[in-house]
């Protein structure tokens, strides 16, 4: 193909990538019209109801609910509802809609905001109902298939793509650049040694030194000093220089092992407790070190037949994590995410796995003058050089009650939330949005959204409800010493045994490679 031929093809894919784009950003305006025009949206009050469960949503939802109003004429309600049996209050709701009950009267909502492993049961139950623009809005031009794969159920899309939690390597900028720092001067110094050693320096008279007076020396000090208070650590050039920061990005640890020889090795300041500390108590947490090996529900985390927990790339992943407790020496009983993530922020930690949360807390400490370091966002590290990592996401989405008799507006509504204004959800929420293409003041983000991309998402079949209590379950166990072997064989035993479907008896080792 020739040069001419190739820039040709390149402009035309970026005009057909602009051209879904430009479709898909206005396609709740068009199909709007189309229903204005059949007149299919309500009459007595133009109003549509949302629910949703997380109080810090509620400035954007708001906001974004008034802007739609302005441009369409159709009010969007927003209620703050209990997480507790959210898909129960639902069902309840739009039963019995109308009737009072405890005082109050029932109001089904049009759509609502739920985590995606509870998507599968709304959906077979009726209180979801299928997006019938996912052809051309739920894409991989607009979403990362991890999004995708979240929102689908028997092999359609059931809800929008909100937002996202996952986890990440957090680790303390500040300290590690003063590393890279250190060591860019330390070669500095070793090659200018070996200059000297090939070019004897000139000898300075006596008339050259008498040149240089008392008050050039004075000024030269005091000019010394003024640096070291505006900053007494260099933490603010060595973060910003980019000699640094690129030498720091060949530093970060991409295995487990890289994290225990970096603390054998490293001369921490007296501030630091912990070179690396996570929350072994929570599975989310853990979960990255089986998580490339372990299939529980299929692609899209569906499939009732599909369960594999038990093989040697599972048992290998958790022999490195037994390992972890005999260098790190972490208590069950002593650790919590919250407690984890405030050490981190008063620069007690290099290291920890942190979710998405942790980026507003971090932004909102470093406002208030709580967290005086800056922070970094790295892909978390393999289990070994063999053995890769792979983290868990929850993705919270939009669904349309299937009980409501406006889907199809709730639908375009839904669109409007989390495609069409969805830059403006971390400015106003503190949540990062699944949709692609969104440009972020924080550049570290970008680092999120990649682990986001290369996570799994959690299983939506309901046969597994039980399965990450028992999986948190055989983590302690691992932990504390039993045999990670026999621990997975009964943990697949347990699981199996709950899938009526599954013809599974005894657990047999097998091979795997699950996102390799």
């Given at each position: 193909?020739s040069?001419?031929q190739?820039?040709?093809?390149?402009?035309?894919?970026?005009?057909?990538l602009?051209?879904?784009?430009?479709?898909?950003?206005?396609?709740?305006?068009?199909?709007?019209?189309?229903?204005?025009?059949?007149?299919?949206?309500?009459?007595?009050d133009?109003?549509?109801?949302?629910?949703?469960?997380?109080?810090?949503l509620t400035?954007?939802?708001?906001?974004?609910?008034?802007?739609?109003?302005?441009?369409?004429?159709?009010?969007?309600?927003?209620?703050?509802?209990?997480?507790?049996?959210?898909?129960?209050?639902?069902?309840?709701?739009?039963?019995?809609?109308?009737?009072?009950?405890?005082g109050?009267?029932l109001e089904?909502?049009?759509?609502?905001?739920?985590?995606?492993?509870?998507?599968?049961?709304?959906?077979?139950?009726?209180?979801?109902?299928?997006?019938?623009?996912?052809d051309?809005?739920?894409i991989?031009?607009?979403?990362?298939?991890?999004?995708?794969?979240?929102?689908?159920?028997?092999g359609?899309?059931?809800?929008?793509?909100?937002?996202?939690?996952?986890?990440?390597?957090l680790?303390?900028?500040?300290?590690?650049?003063?590393?890279?720092?250190?060591?860019?001067?330390?070669?500095?110094?070793?090659?200018?040694?070996?200059?000297?050693?090939e070019v004897?320096?000139?000898?300075?008279?006596?008339?050259?030194?008498?040149?240089?007076?008392?008050?050039?020396?004075?000024?030269?000090?005091?000019?010394?000093?003024?640096?070291?208070?505006?900053?007494?650590?260099?933490?603010?050039?060595?973060?910003?220089d980019?000699?640094?920061?690129?030498?720091?990005?060949?530093m970060?640890?991409?295995?487990?092992?890289?994290?225990?020889?970096?603390?054998?090795?490293?001369?921490?300041?007296?501030t630091?407790?912990?070179?690396?500390?996570?929350d072994?108590?929570?599975v989310?947490?853990?979960?990255?070190?089986?998580g490339?090996?372990?299939?529980?529900?299929?692609?899209n985390?569906d499939d009732?037949t599909?369960?594999?927990?038990?093989n040697?790339?599972?048992?290998?992943?958790?022999?490195?994590?037994?390992a972890?407790?005999?260098?790190?020496s972490?208590?069950?009983?002593?650790?919590s995410?919250d407690?984890?993530?405030?050490?981190?922020?008063?620069?007690k930690?290099?290291?920890?796995?942190?979710?998405?949360?942790?980026?507003?807390?971090?932004e909102?400490?470093?406002?208030?003058?709580?967290?005086?370091?800056?922070?970094?966002?790295?892909?978390?590290?393999?289990?070994?050089?063999?053995?890769?990592?792979?983290g868990m996401?929850?993705?919270?989405?939009?669904?349309?009650?299937?009980?409501?008799?406006?889907?199809?507006?709730?639908?375009?509504?839904?669109?409007?939330?989390?495609?069409?204004?969805?830059?403006?959800?971390?400015?106003?929420?503190?949540?990062?949005?699944?949709?692609k293409?969104?440009?972020?003041d924080?550049?570290?983000?970008?680092?999120?959204?990649?682990?986001y991309?290369k996570?799994?998402?959690?299983?939506?079949?309901v046969?597994?409800?039980?399965?990450?209590?028992?999986?948190?379950?055989a983590?302690?166990r691992?932990?504390?010493?039993?045999?990670?072997?026999?621990?997975?064989?009964?943990?697949?035993?347990?699981?199996?045994?709950?899938?009526?479907?599954?013809?599974?008896?005894?657990?047999?080792?097998?091979?795997?490679?699950?996102?390799?």
């Amino acid at each position: 193909m020739s040069r001419r031929q190739r820039t040709v093809s390149a402009v035309l894919i970026l005009g057909l990538l602009a051209l879904i784009l430009y479709t898909s950003l206005f396609t709740e305006d068009a199909r709007f019209r189309t229903l204005a025009k059949e007149e299919v949206y309500r009459k007595d009050d133009d109003s549509l109801l949302l629910w949703y469960t997380d109080e810090s949503l509620t400035d954007y939802l708001e906001t974004e609910a008034l802007l739609f109003q302005g441009e369409h004429g159709v009010k969007l309600r927003t209620r703050l509802v209990s997480g507790v049996e959210l898909l129960e209050q639902i069902n309840q709701a739009s039963i019995y809609e109308g009737e009072e009950r405890d005082g109050e009267v029932l109001e089904a909502p049009d759509l609502y905001i739920i985590s995606h492993d509870n998507l599968m049961k709304a959906y077979y139950s009726g209180l979801a109902t299928q997006i019938n623009d996912a052809d051309t809005a739920i894409i991989p031009a607009n979403y990362p298939n991890t999004a995708i794969q979240a929102v689908t159920c028997g092999g359609n899309a059931v809800a929008y793509p909100f937002y996202y939690e996952t986890n990440f390597l957090l680790y303390n900028k500040t300290f590690m650049a003063n590393i890279a720092k250190q060591k860019l001067e330390d070669e500095t110094v070793y090659m200018e040694s070996l200059a000297d050693e090939e070019v004897p320096p000139e000898e300075e008279t006596v008339a050259e030194i008498a040149e240089v007076s008392e008050e050039e020396v004075q000024e030269a000090v005091d000019a010394l000093a003024a640096e070291e208070d505006q900053d007494p650590m260099g933490e603010e050039s060595a973060t910003s220089d980019p000699a640094v920061l690129e030498r720091l990005s060949t530093m970060i640890p991409s295995t487990i092992t890289d994290i225990t020889t970096f603390a054998n090795n490293y001369e921490a300041p007296d501030t630091v407790e912990a070179v690396f500390k996570w929350d072994i108590t929570d599975v989310f947490y853990n979960y990255f070190f089986v998580g490339n090996y372990m299939d529980v529900g299929g692609l899209n985390g569906d499939d009732n037949t599909i369960l594999n927990v038990y093989n040697q790339q599972a048992v290998d992943c958790m022999k490195v994590y037994q390992a972890m407790n005999q260098f790190f020496s972490i208590d069950q009983a002593d650790v919590s995410y919250d407690a984890i993530l405030n050490e981190f922020i008063q620069g007690k930690l290099v290291f920890t796995v942190a979710t998405t949360d942790a980026i507003a807390k971090m932004e909102q400490a470093k406002a208030e003058g709580e967290f005086t370091y800056d922070y970094g966002v790295a892909m978390l590290p393999d289990v070994s050089t063999i053995l890769k990592s792979r983290g868990m996401s929850v993705t919270n989405s939009i669904a349309v009650n299937g009980y409501s008799d406006q889907k199809e507006l709730a639908t375009v509504i839904a669109h409007y939330l989390a495609y069409t204004k969805a830059d403006n959800l971390y400015k106003k929420a503190g949540k990062i949005p699944c949709r692609k293409y969104i440009s972020f003041d924080n550049d570290e983000i970008a680092n999120v959204f990649e682990e986001y991309e290369k996570s799994v998402p959690l299983p939506k079949m309901v046969e597994a409800t039980d399965y990450w209590v028992q999986l948190e379950i055989a983590f302690g166990r691992v932990w504390n010493g039993e045999d990670p072997d026999i621990v997975l064989a009964e943990l697949a035993d347990i699981i199996g045994s709950q899938i009526d479907e599954l013809d599974y008896h005894v657990p047999v080792q097998e091979q795997v490679t699950v996102g390799l």
